[in-house]
């Protein structure tokens, strides 16, 4: 079946920068747009990025562009979030989602079919 498997996240300062992954597997994953999406406590979940199947096109939420990089390697099975100049509200938990086969970008909770089991990042100030 489908597993989504991020790693990377952690404890860092205001202002500075850190990289998580997500592995796929169980999947042709050059078939799937993948998304990043988080949660903080108290907050719905949210749209952090998104990436086509070939990874030409990225969409961000406002919060992030211009700070955060989504991309991935097809031949690697993985999807990158390279995050920069971190702020205490990016404090959350970072999950890895894809809609299914052929599916268009999972921008809305609703679209995602497969969801990884997190990563905490924290930004401290």
């Known amino acids: 079946q489908v597993q989504l498997v991020e790693s990377g996240g952690g404890l860092v300062q205001a202002g500075g920068s850190l990289r998580v992954s997500c592995a796929a597997s169980g999947l042709t994953f050059s078939s799937y747009a993948m998304a990043w999406f988080r949660q903080a406590p108290g907050k719905d979940r949210e749209l952090v990025a998104a990436?086509?199947?070939?990874?030409?096109?990225?969409d961000y939420a406002d919060s992030v562009k211009g700070r955060f990089t989504m991309s991935r390697d097809n031949a690697k099975n993985t999807v990158y979030l390279q995050m920069s100049s971190l702020k205490p509200d990016d404090t959350a938990v970072y999950y890895c989602?894809?809609?299914?086969?052929?599916?268009?970008?999972?921008?809305?909770?609703?679209?995602?079919?497969?969801w990884g089991q997190g990563t905490q990042v924290t930004v401290s100030s």
């Open positions: 990436i086509s199947r070939g990874g030409g096109y990225t």
């Open positions: 989602a894809t809609g299914g086969p052929w599916q268009p970008l999972p921008t809305t909770p609703h679209s995602v079919k497969y």
